[in-house]
């Protein structure tokens, strides 16, 4: 039977226009069932207009933060995204299933990989968590990110990847992808579709140096880039 935890909201943080960061405070008692993996996610559990709403959204922290945080994109109808952009706020009780999930790889700080992910939208929300753990975690590895979105006002943890890019000069490489707004490469322009991917593995990362591939998107993305 399905086990839900209250969590306290402790902080909410307006990420774009249409997208919220939370942050999730654990009781110390339940910190155990609460340890996350790079790429796991978490459902929630909520009562909007008397309706029992679950969803489940992908832990952005990295494995070896504190607190859990998640992000959550409001979609068009969406009862759960909508009412979590608009209603929630620090103090709040939501209610949370364990992580689950197993999009991630073990991590070995003596190991020298090179891992790319290909992400769209809100598809960053556990590559982020990653791509942390991975910096963090394999020392000797690299990582180099595609990030597709319509324009810059869209792109979601921005500020973040750009502090992670600048620690890590030599090991992280972020490339944004716009479909919007033109950029100076013109191979930076469109989106990522099988065409993309391909213009993009020949001219900009060797496929045969890559140790480990992510995708994370919508589904017409995922599978043209999986091709």
């Known amino acids: 039977m399905s086990r839900f935890y209250p969590l306290t909201v402790s902080e909410v943080r307006r990420e774009t226009r249409d997208a919220i960061v939370l942050t999730l405070e654990v009781p110390p008692e339940h910190g155990e069932a609460f340890r996350f993996a790079p790429g796991q996610y978490l459902t929630f559990r909520a009562h909007i207009d008397g309706e029992e709403v679950r969803r489940s959204y992908s832990i952005c922290a990295a494995a070896s933060e504190r ?90 943890f921005r500020e973040e990847l750009e502090d992670l890019k600048n620690e890590h000069l030599e090991r992280f490489s972020l490339i944004h992808i716009l479909s919007r707004e033109q950029q100076d490469i013109d191979l930076f322009n469109g989106r990522l579709t099988k065409e993309k991917c391909d213009q993009l593995l020949e001219h900009w990362v060797d496929a045969s140096t890559i140790d480990t591939a992510f995708i994370c998107g919508p589904q017409d993305m995922m599978l043209g880039v999986a091709k």
């Not at 949370?96 to 891992?115: E, K, Q």
């Not at 753990?133 to 394999?138: A, F, K, N, P, R």
Request: without cysteine; charged residues 15%.
């Open 67 to 156: 607190h859990p945080r998640v992000g959550i994109k409001k979609t068009p109808g969406g009862l759960f995204s909508g009412w979590a952009n608009e209603r929630l706020a620090p103090g709040q009780i939501l209610e949370a299933m364990p992580p689950m999930g197993n999009f991630g790889v073990a991590l070995d700080p003596s190991r020298r990989r090179h891992f790319v992910g290909f992400a769209a939208g809100s598809g960053i929300t556990p590559l982020l968590s990653i791509v942390k753990s991975t910096l963090h975690g394999e020392p000797q590895s690299s990582f180099t990110l595609f990030y597709g979105n319509r324009a810059s006002s869209t792109i979601m």
